[in-house]
């Protein structure tokens, strides 16, 4: 389904790309914190900003080992970041509407699917649940847009969830390019793979979930809207230099406003994709093109030969591309040298 209506945005081939601020639980579990990224987002010009909802318990069993570098437990790591409640979110979506920016978070669990239904007009799933088929399912069954992040996944698992979304009846779709690891190296980006994916599920949009450190110039974000990506997601911080969770990968505000400036950039020096002459170029067509000119005085009634003939600016006369219907004519006139013959001339 290549147009999705996201509040009151359309995703198309056709249009801008829309870019989700990914706020995460960089807010620290501080509602002020959440506030002002979302009055950050807002200024910088995104469309949408997302948090995240789940519970520790729910996401993962208390034994359960870390893959990252640190000698806690996923569970240990989770519950340290999941004190926002339902009451929470709502303030959020709230004052994000107030700013006119869409409200989004991803939901970890079947409560926070259901309690998020009321506030969010388009599901994000994360790429650590992209085999959890019961909850995409789970998720797909509500009838909204989805999100769907590929990090670490195969051709065919992806398409296992793109089927049981379909399945539910949704065709809703984004499916977004992510490689989970984190920061993702430079070398790792593999931003081409948003081109296989186009031509593996062309009825879909393609987009892009960022892992990367954030370059001075924006470019892997920016790269990816070249390559098609429709969707441009990137996790969000009001502080980079902080430790803990996501910060040391995220933009800031700075980083989103100059990735939003060469959207801006990008969406005037794009334009329109057939190639003909634009309104700008009539006067240089015109003038900067070359006319059949006398190399020499020809008197009337000389028969025009090439070597009587040179080719200069403006293009207001014969077009050179008529050369050997000159050649052999007669003067009509007398033609002085360097003057531009026409046709009533011959």
Same mark, same amino acid.
């Given at each position: 389904?290549?147009?999705?209506?996201?509040?009151?945005?359309?995703?198309?081939?056709?249009?801008?790309?829309?870019?989700?601020?990914?706020?995460? +639980?960089?807010?620290?579990?501080?509602?002020?914190?959440?506030?002002?990224?979302?009055?950050?987002?807002?200024?910088?010009?995104?469309?949408?900003?997302?948090?995240?909802?789940?519970?520790?318990?729910?996401?993962?069993?208390?034994?359960?080992?870390?893959?990252?570098?640190?000698?806690?437990?996923?569970?240990?790591? &989770?519950?340290?970041?999941?004190?926002?409640?339902?009451?929470?979110?709502?303030?959020?979506?709230?004052?994000?509407?107030?700013?006119?920016?869409?409200?989004?978070?991803?939901? &970890?669990?079947?409560?926070?699917?259901?309690?998020?239904?009321?506030?969010?007009?388009? &599901?994000?799933?994360? @790429? @650590?649940?992209?085999?959890?088929?019961?909850?995409?399912?789970?998720?797909?069954?509500?009838?909204?847009?989805?999100?769907?992040?590929?990090?670490?996944?195969?051709?065919?698992?992806?398409?296992?969830?793109?089927?049981?979304?379909?399945?539910?009846?949704? $065709?809703?779709?984004?499916?977004?390019?992510?490689?989970?690891?984190?920061?993702?190296?430079?070398?790792?980006?593999?931003?081409?793979?948003?081109?296989?994916?186009?031509? +593996?599920?062309?009825?879909?949009?393609?987009?892009? @979930?960022?892992?990367?450190?954030?370059?001075?110039?924006?470019?892997?974000?920016?790269?990816?809207?070249?390559?098609?990506?429709?969707?441009?997601?990137?996790?969000?911080?009001?502080?980079? @230099?902080?430790?803990?969770?996501?910060?040391?990968?995220?933009?800031?505000?700075?980083?989103?406003?100059?990735?939003?400036?060469?959207?801006?950039?990008?969406?005037?020096?794009?334009?329109?994709? $057939? $190639?003909?002459?634009?309104?700008?170029?009539?006067?240089?067509?015109?003038?900067?093109?070359?006319?059949?000119?006398?190399?020499?005085?020809?008197?009337?009634?000389?028969?025009?030969?090439?070597?009587?003939?040179? &080719?200069?600016?403006?293009?207001?006369?014969?077009?050179?591309?008529?050369?050997?219907?000159?050649?052999?004519?007669?003067?009509?006139?007398?033609?002085?040298?360097?003057?531009?013959?026409?046709?009533?001339?011959?």
């Amino acid at each position: 389904m290549k147009r999705i209506k996201i509040g009151n945005k359309i995703l198309a081939e056709e249009n801008r790309p829309f870019v989700v601020a990914d706020a995460g +639980v960089n807010h620290e579990n501080d509602i002020d914190i959440a506030k002002r990224m979302i009055d950050d987002v807002a200024r910088a010009g995104a469309d949408a900003i997302k948090f995240q909802t789940y519970k520790a318990e729910k996401i993962a069993s208390r034994n359960s080992p870390a893959y990252w570098e640190t000698s806690e437990t996923q569970y240990e790591y &989770f519950k340290k970041y999941d004190k926002f409640g339902e009451e929470d979110y709502c303030e959020l979506a709230a004052y994000a509407k107030e700013k006119s920016i869409i409200f989004m978070s991803t939901p &970890f669990d079947l409560e926070a699917a259901d309690f998020l239904d009321q506030l969010v007009p388009v &599901f994000k799933i994360s @790429s @650590s649940d992209i085999t959890n088929i019961p909850f995409i399912k789970y998720i797909a069954g509500k009838g909204k847009p989805i999100f769907l992040s590929t990090g670490a996944s195969t051709i065919g698992e992806i398409n296992d969830a793109v089927t049981a979304i379909e399945e539910e009846g949704n $065709k809703q779709i984004v499916i977004l390019h992510c490689v989970l690891s984190y920061p993702t190296k430079y070398e790792d980006a593999n931003l081409n793979m948003i081109i296989h994916l186009k031509n +593996v599920f062309p009825n879909y949009l393609i987009g892009l @979930s960022d892992h990367t450190l954030p370059d001075k110039n924006m470019l892997v974000l920016t790269t990816a809207v070249l390559l098609g990506a429709k969707v441009i997601e990137k996790h969000f911080t009001f502080d980079k @230099s902080l430790n803990g969770n996501d910060h040391y990968h995220s933009m800031d505000f700075q980083d989103l406003k100059i990735f939003m400036e060469n959207i801006d950039l990008l969406e005037k020096i794009l334009g329109q994709s $057939k $190639k003909k002459p634009l309104e700008t170029e009539m006067l240089a067509r015109k003038h900067a093109r070359r006319s059949i000119v006398a190399k020499e005085d020809i008197p009337r009634g000389t028969e025009i030969t090439e070597d009587m003939i040179d &080719f200069k600016r403006p293009g207001t006369g014969i077009n050179p591309k008529f050369l050997e219907l000159v050649i052999g004519r007669t003067a009509k006139k007398d033609i002085k040298n360097d003057e531009i013959i026409k046709w009533e001339d011959i």
